[in-house]
């Protein structure tokens, strides 16, 4: 990865789902990082990205190791049992959206609040959390998808509040919001239209680390595509 220090550790959340799966098998290739800490929410080295005290035991076993250079928050919720995108008003079910804030926003802003005082105050480090283009206030054109198209456009807006504050501090530090695209994964398998084009994980982790590794601080804040254009809020 370019620009990052070579020892350091990168760590990704939702690491049992499609996309963080594919994340974690493209940093594992990669020989610039010492460790790559894969938190799937089930299983091994599980991590409930939901729940803070999960969060905080992360954090905990990487204070005194190598430098936490990039942080990843690939966990998602858009359907699940007794919850799917509503096509109207009278479908809002105040579980459903709990649930979609729970996992899209609140669980995101807590490894900010945790793994973000551990990136180094010099030399390249990322934190970036997979958002969706649908939580664009400008680019909702279909409407429906209220959950999720809300509890994304709150993690862009967490994202884009921290990385003013961790600009402050730690000025070399990038924190944004990336746009996967539609990815083969059982999050939009149920939804996939004939004619959208739908990619693979493996494609879709080799574009998102592309973008990460062409981001500068300039970039911090920011909104991109996994083709790295900006994605108006």
């Not at 020892?7 to 799966?21: C, E, K, Q, S, T």
């Not at 990843?72 to 858009?78: I, Q």
């Not at 973000?116 to 959390?129: Q, T, Y």
């Not at 981001?215 to 790295?228: E, H, I, K, V």
């Amino acid at each position: 990865m370019g620009g990052f220090e070579p020892g350091g550790v990168a760590v990704v959340f939702g690491a049992g789902g499609g996309i963080g799966a594919a994340l974690v098998r493209a940093l594992q290739a990669d020989d610039r990082f010492a460790e790559v800490v894969a938190l799937p929410r089930r299983g091994e080295a599980a991590c409930d990205i939901t729940c803070e005290s999960d969060v905080a035991a992360v954090a905990d076993r990487l204070r005194d190791g190598p430098p936490l250079r990039l942080v990843l928050v690939a966990s998602g919720r858009l359907h699940g049992p007794g919850m799917r995108p509503e096509k109207s008003l009278r479908e809002l079910d105040p579980a459903a959206l709990q649930t979609a804030f729970a996992v899209n926003a609140i669980g995101p802003a807590l490894a900010l609040k945790h793994l973000s005082p551990l990136l180094p105050r010099e030399g390249k480090s990322v934190f970036a959390a997979l958002s969706a283009r649908v939580g664009s206030l400008a680019d909702n054109r279909a409407g429906g998808w209220y959950a999720y198209r809300a509890s994304k456009s709150a993690l862009n807006q967490l994202v884009r509040t921290a990385a003013i504050e961790i600009a402050r501090r730690r000025p070399s530090a990038v924190c944004v919001s990336l746009h996967p695209g539609t990815v083969d994964t059982p999050l939009s398998q149920p939804f996939s239209k004939a004619g959208l084009k739908v990619r693979a994980p493996a494609t879709a982790a080799t574009d998102l680390l592309a973008v990460v590794e062409r981001l500068t601080p300039a970039d911090s804040g920011g909104f991109f595509d996994y083709a790295g254009l900006p994605v108006p809020w």
